[in-house]
């Protein structure tokens, strides 16, 4: 089977296609002066965008990992965000949990496995 990778850096790969399954790294906010809520929403039309260039999109999602700078604090306003975006009927297994992220201003990271269309 044939692997592909997109939006190739020195240290990672956007998303990589294998097989019937692409995976998404995770994904950080560009706007880091945001509240967690437009964070998490930039987040997630960047998760659209990768999907798509992978033949994929938000329905199909099989499995999500989402981290939180302060989960006490912003949980609730990530997960209306997420909701939101969700259809209806497609939630994947998913864990959240607190975590340091990376750089003190990146409230959330979001990172996806989705099945990619026939």
Not at 36 to 42: K, L, S
Not at 46 to 56: C, F, G, Q, T, V
């Amino acid at each position: 089977m044939q692997i592909k990778r997109l939006n190739v850096n020195s240290r990672l790969s956007g998303a990589v296609v294998f097989g019937p399954q692409v995976f998404i790294s995770g994904q950080v906010p560009d706007n880091r002066l945001a509240d967690c809520a437009d964070q998490t929403v930039e987040v997630l039309a960047k998760i659209d965008a990768l999907l798509a260039e992978a033949n994929s999109d938000n329905s199909r999602l099989l499995s999500a990992q989402i981290w939180l700078k302060d989960i006490s604090r912003d949980f609730a306003v990530m997960n209306l965000a997420w909701s939101a975006w969700l259809p209806d009927g497609c939630a994947p297994a998913r864990a959240t949990i607190q975590a340091d992220l990376a750089s003190s201003d990146v409230l959330v990271e979001v990172m996806v496995t989705a099945a990619v269309r026939d």
